[in-house]
C-alpha cells in the first residue's frame, strides 16, 4: 500500500513536472520569443512591439488552458513562490513546477534559436551580441533601456509583477467577484497584455523568473557569452528578485484593502434576511 502511495505521488510530480513544462514551452515562451526574434530580425517589417505584446499574451492564455486542470497553470515561479508562502501550495511542489518552469523555458529558447538561426546568422554575419546596432540577446531575456537606472528598472519590475499578483486575484477570487471560470485564462492573457502596452519601455517586462534566467543561460552557453550577465550593470538578477517581491507585495495589497473587506457569507444571509423582514 505504502509503495503504491510512493508511486502515485511520483507519477504526480512527474505529471505535474511535465505539464508545467510543456505549458510553458509550447505555448507561453515560443509564441513570445518567436515574436521578438521576427520583430528584431525582421528590422521592424514584419511585426512592431505591439505584435510582441499580442503574441504573448496568446501564449499566456493558451498556457493557461494546457495545465489549468492539472497543475493550476504555474508559469511563473513568482506566483509559484508567493502561493506557497500563502500557504495555498506544499513547498514540496515548488520544487517541481520550478523544474518544469524553467525546463520549458530552456527548451522554448533553444527552439526558437533553432528556428531563427539562418536569420540570426545573416543579421549579425555570425557574431551574436548583447549591445550595439546588431544586438540580439534582448531576443531571448530582457535588458535595462540604456538611460534607465538599475534601481529604476528594479522599480520597474517590482511595480509591474505587483500589478500582474493583483490581476491575477481579481481574475480567480471566487470570494469576490471573480470571473467566469471559462474566461479566465483569455483574461489573464489580457492582463500580460496590458503591463506590456504600459510597464515595458524600460525593461521590456521580465516579470516572471522563468522566462528570464533560463534563455539567458542558454545565450550565454549558445554565443552570447557571459555579457549577458554583466550588461546593463548585472542586471541579470533584478528579474530574479523584483518579480518575487513584487508578487508578494501584490498579495499583501490585496489581502489588506480588498480580500478582508469582503463579506463573509454569514453576513451576505443576514442582510439579505433583514431586506426580507422589512
Not at 504526480?12 to 509564441?31: E, G, K, R, Y
Not at 467577484?177 to 525593461?203: D, F, H, R, W
Request: proline share 4%; with cysteine.
Amino acid at each position: 500500500c505504502c509503495r503504491k502511495i510512493s508511486k502515485e505521488a511520483h507519477s504526480t510530480t512527474a505529471t505535474t513536472t511535465l505539464f508545467t513544462l510543456l505549458s510553458l514551452f509550447l505555448f507561453t515562451q515560443i509564441f513570445g520569443l518567436s515574436c521578438v526574434a521576427q520583430v528584431v530580425l525582421g528590422k521592424g517589417n514584419t511585426g512592431q512591439y505591439l505584435s510582441i505584446n499580442i503574441a504573448f499574451g496568446i501564449g499566456v492564455t493558451l498556457g493557461v488552458h494546457a495545465a489549468g486542470g492539472v497543475s493550476g497553470a504555474h508559469l511563473n515561479a513568482a506566483i509559484t513562490i508567493t502561493e506557497c508562502v500563502l500557504g495555498n501550495l506544499s513547498w514540496k511542489k515548488l520544487t517541481a513546477y520550478v523544474i518544469g518552469q524553467f525546463l520549458g523555458s530552456f527548451t522554448a529558447a533553444a527552439t526558437v534559436f533553432g528556428l531563427y538561426y539562418d536569420a540570426l546568422y545573416d543579421y549579425t554575419n555570425g557574431n551574436f551580441t548583447v549591445t550595439g546596432p546588431t544586438a540580439t540577446a534582448q531576443i531571448f531575456s530582457t535588458y535595462p533601456a540604456p538611460n534607465v537606472s538599475l534601481l529604476g528598472a528594479f522599480f520597474t519590475e517590482f511595480t509591474a509583477t505587483v500589478m500582474l499578483a493583483l490581476g491575477i486575484q481579481v481574475i480567480h477570487d471566487e470570494k469576490n467577484n471573480a470571473a467566469v471560470k471559462g474566461t479566465q485564462p483569455l483574461l489573464c492573457g489580457v492582463l500580460v497584455l496590458g503591463i506590456g502596452l504600459g510597464m515595458g519601455l524600460n525593461t521590456g517586462y521580465a516579470i516572471n523568473p522563468s522566462r528570464d534566467l533560463p534563455p539567458r543561460i542558454f545565450t550565454a552557453i549558445a554565443g552570447w557569452g557571459t555579457e549577458v550577465f554583466t550588461t546593463g550593470h548585472a542586471w541579470w538578477w533584478v528579474p530574479l528578485t523584483a518579480p518575487v517581491l513584487g508578487c508578494l507585495t501584490g498579495a499583501l495589497v490585496y489581502k489588506l484593502f480588498i480580500e478582508f473587506h469582503i463579506p463573509l457569507d454569514e453576513e451576505i444571509k443576514k442582510e439579505q434576511r433583514g431586506v426580507e423582514t422589512s
